[in-house]
């Protein structure tokens, strides 16, 4: 197994984070064509009302580098950047498991 | 939507995560028959040799707290502690995306 996973928290402006919700479920939408993005999971975390997590697995790591550089991609990233006050990552290796 | 995400870290004990990591996949396949269980998938994390993130996906909260009573939980829960040094959790409320 080579699949490739990522937890990504957006801390959002104050205010910000609903906006930032719609946009991140724009990009999810967005994976649905996107070769090699098994998941893409736009969460809210239970008592953080400022942040967001998202849920990446992808069937290996170079098709995850590959989705950094489409176009959709990158107008995304300029479009939400004014609301993002902070981003953290935890990069996976999938292991195993149900529904991958 | 009515799910219910979670990432959970286990803290492995010194040369206890390889074991642990088989465990992890044994609940996981055990998983395949839970109702309710749409993800539980085990990853390890770049950059940190003792830890294991496994991330969850339930139809909603309580079909993930009716697997925890499950007995083949409460003894993998007792077989696993002894290799647990810590545990942290972050729990989510998924709101759309690809692949739930």
């Not at 910000?16 to 996107?34: F, K, Y």
């Not at 998202?54 to 069937?59: D, G, K």
């Not at 170079?62 to 989705?67: E, G, K, L, V």
Request: with cysteine; aromatic share 6%.
């Amino acid at each position: 197994m080579n699949k490739f996973g990522l937890y990504t928290k957006f801390i959002a402006h104050e205010g910000q984070r609903d906006t930032l919700i719609e946009m991140l479920l724009e990009a999810a939408s967005g994976m649905e064509s996107v070769e090699g993005c098994d998941l893409y999971v736009v969460n809210i975390p239970e008592n953080d009302s400022n942040s967001i997590w998202v849920t990446e697995i992808w069937s290996d790591p170079s098709t995850h580098q590959a989705s950094l550089s489409l176009d959709e991609a990158k107008v995304l990233i300029q479009r939400a950047r004014p609301l993002i006050a902070g981003i953290e990552q935890i990069k996976l290796r999938p292991q195993g498991g149900k529904g991958i």
